[in-house]
């Protein structure tokens, strides 16, 4: 008895598994394709997630480049300070009339020359000015 148990068992399981193909047959896709829509669900979540990751990584480059340039930008002001400094040295009177008494022997002039350029033929003149004192 036993053993044609388990052969209406595997019969009764047999015909309704043929009546599930028969039914899924019938609908076509939907029985064969199961399987595709969780698929393209976890295609697409791992597309979004890859994005996030890549557009992630992308602004943390651009933050650094960013800091960079912050910096950069602080030497560059701090030099320009400095240069701006030596300028004002460099073309003060003090040390444009010290390099040329020292350095190129010169002096203050006592004497003014004046040519009258409106006159054709006219002789300069010269003309004692006290300009500073030596």
């Not at 295609?43 to 890549?54: D, K, Q, R, S």
Request: hydrophobic share 45%.
């Amino acid at each position: 008895m036993s053993f044609s148990s388990k052969t209406r068992i595997t019969v009764a399981r047999q015909g309704h598994l043929r009546k599930a193909r028969k039914v899924s047959a019938s609908s076509g896709i939907i029985w064969r394709c199961h399987w595709v829509y969780p698929t393209l669900l976890i295609a697409v979540m791992v597309a979004f997630v890859i994005m996030y990751l890549c557009q992630s990584a992308h602004q943390i480059s651009i933050q650094y480049e960013v800091n960079e340039l912050k910096i950069k930008k602080f030497e560059l002001v701090k030099e320009q300070r400095e240069l701006k400094l030596a300028i004002e040295n460099l073309g003060s009177l003090e040390r444009v009339e010290r390099i040329a008494k020292e350095e190129m022997s010169m002096s203050i002039p006592t004497q003014r020359l004046v040519l009258d350029l409106s006159q054709p033929g006219s002789v300069a003149s010269i003309e004692e000015v006290s300009l500073a004192s030596p």
